[in-house]
């Protein structure tokens, strides 16, 4: 700075440029006053924003209650096994239901069974009960006459083992089912032990077919064994058949599985005006922005209310970013550096490149169903979301066309609102590992209408978000 | 203080107390923001008054175009002629000087702000901003020494 401009500075620093006349101070703070007041009223509104949230919890921890007092009946019923009152399949009459279980009892291997249920139906509850399994290396054969006699024997033994490898007591008669890999007929029971070796594991899947109008009742832990073999019960089935039902339906009702996501995705954003005069704007702003790649991770939950049918909720973080590019252009006059009497017009451009963030804490609920073949299943989630925006940071164009950066201390107005609905397709493929844990990769389409805000004034403002996300599910309880 | 610097920064001195209005509601809004370890009150407060009074100026300047065609050939003016003009005669100048140059010398002699910061908060380029103030400087000269041949001319003459 030269001596001129130091001599300006030093004597405009204790200047006294202008007064403040012509102010009207009332009026001034009775506008300032009657601002403050809506911005506050605003704030009050914005709570009302977490209701559906906190709805929501409220949802789920009732829904994760319910599933735990199941749990734990469940719990309490096998401790109690030895009463017969205490059935499993809680037989109307139940008379004639026994019960065996191998609370302490160890099979010859030193290990455990998990279960056993027999059922003893009498006559008058399912008249025709008679059962035939069918496998190369086992078979049931239970008599149609003899039902008082007859039992119908399920074991389940932990996952890996033998499918028959258990010690198990009737205790109504006191029979003894025989534990040696080799098994004998036991013709007291009517049941038909295992001809060859027992000792088949699970993964060989052995092909059960139950014959028209059998019956096979299994606890909860032991369905899910032969629960691809299960034949459905048919529309004239008898009572026994519901039962099974009954419990198949019920057993399937406790899964709840856990699955955690990542992925990336892009957001193609849409601006539409309202106004004819706001045209030239939308087809800036639709042009200036370009997406770029963002990231997302989440935590789910997975209700199976049928076979087929469940419902994900659960929390997600997105994290999007958008190119913003906007040029402008003005001409300008100035003097020549070589020549002073020459005054030179040049156009200057100006481009801008920004790239907006922003963060979204988002809410999913989803209803979806599935299509399984083998460790293959093909399914689809549609539902809403519950966006909470977290953070937003960048420029874009303001009402007239100039560059606004967001948010800054001279304007709290951002595009993105605080809360806001969306609305979400996402097709899956789903690879199941083991046991309980299943691989998922899926494909995100989301609608996300932002609606109008103060920023767009008289536009429309809303997104697709389109991504790809894997992550694993793991099965909690079964 | 917030008035004086609406009157400096401001393109027309009507939407004064508009501006004031919305400076002090982007006060009031954003003071969980202020810090007292990064400035005082008074710097903040300026700011937020400053920034305020471009936008508004952004906005109303929007669809005017303003002629910047200026003969530019200052003559050398020896400094300390500042010292010896008057608080009105100098306030005076600085009404009459074009809005461009105005901005950047208020935003640079008298608040302090580097060019860069200038440019940012315009949003034009920092040679821009240089040759602005290079500008706002020839045109006071050029203006002081016009008015004083004017003065020789045709007041002392008489």
Known sequence: ?478 | MMVAICKRYLWNSSDMQDVLQESFISMFNNLNQFDVNKASFKTWSSRITINTCLSFNKRSTKNSSEELILNLHAPYIDPNYIDSMSDEELIGYLEQMPFPYLQIFNLFIIDGFTHQEIAEMLGIKVTLSRKRLARAKEWLQKTITDKNEFCKKYIFKQ
């Open chain 1, 1 to 478: 700075m030269d001596d001129f401009l130091n001599k300006l500075k030093a004597r405009t620093e204790n200047l006294r440029l202008f007064n403040h006349e012509g102010v009207d101070q009332d009026a001034l703070w009775a506008n300032i006053e009657k601002e403050i007041g809506e911005v506050e009223t605003k704030k009050t509104r914005g709570f009302i924003f977490f209701l559906p949230f906190l709805f929501l919890l409220f949802f789920i921890g009732s829904v994760g209650l319910y599933f735990n007092k199941n749990t734990e009946e469940r719990v309490n019923m096998d401790n109690q096994d030895t009463t017969p009152q205490n059935s499993i399949v809680e037989l109307p009459l139940n008379q004639s239901t026994s019960f065996c279980n191998d609370d302490d009892k160890q099979s010859q291997l030193g290990k455990k069974a998990k279960n056993i249920l027999i059922k003893k139906p009498t006559e008058k509850l399912i008249p025709e009960l008679s059962l035939t399994v069918e496998h190369p290396n086992f078979q049931f054969n239970i008599p149609d006459n003899d039902m008082a006699s007859t039992s119908i024997v399920a074991v389940k033994k932990e996952s890996k083992g033998s499918f028959f490898e258990s010690s198990a007591e009737l205790q109504n008669s006191n029979q003894q089912i025989s534990t040696n890999k080799e098994m004998a007929v036991d013709e007291s029971t009517k049941v038909i032990n295992p001809k060859n070796q027992l000792n088949n594991s699970l993964d060989e899947k052995p092909s059960l077919k139950a014959k028209e109008k059998n019956v096979l009742l299994l606890t909860s832990d032991t369905i899910h064994l032969i629960e691809p073999f299960l034949i459905q019960p048919s529309s004239n089935s008898t009572l026994g058949e519901n039962y099974v039902n009954k419990i198949y339906n019920r057993t399937k009702r406790k899964k709840i599985s856990i699955g955690l996501f990542s992925g990336t995705h892009l957001l193609y954003s849409n601006y539409r005006s309202t106004n004819s005069g706001n045209q030239e704007r939308e087809q800036l702003l639709n042009s200036g922005f370009k997406s770029q790649l963002g990231y997302s991770v989440s935590a789910e939950i997975i209700f199976n209310l049928t076979d087929k049918i469940k419902i994900t909720s659960g929390i997600e973080y997105v994290y999007s970013i958008n190119q913003f590019n906007y040029s402008t252009a003005w001409d300008t006059t100035f003097q020549s550096p070589q020549n002073p009497n020459i005054i030179v017009n040049r156009m200057f451009k100006r481009n801008v490149i920004h790239h907006n963030r922003h963060s979204i804490f988002s809410i999913p609920i989803l209803l979806g169903t599935d299509i399984r073949n083998g460790r293959l299943a093909l399914g689809i989630n549609l539902g809403v979301g519950l966006n909470f925006t977290l953070s937003q940071k960048g420029k874009s164009l303001g009402d007239d066309l100039e560059v606004l950066e967001f948010p800054n201390a001279e304007n709290s107005l951002s595009p993105i609102p605080e809360f806001f609905f969306s609305y979400h397709l996402c097709p899956y493929l789903n690879y199941q590992l083991s046991r309980n844990l299943k691989f998922q990769l899926r494909s995100n389409f989301k609608y996300q209408n932002y609606g109008t805000s103060d920023f767009y004034k008289e536009m429309g403002y809303s997104s697709i978000l389109t991504g790809l996300q894997a992550g694993i599910i793991v099965d909690l309880i079964k």
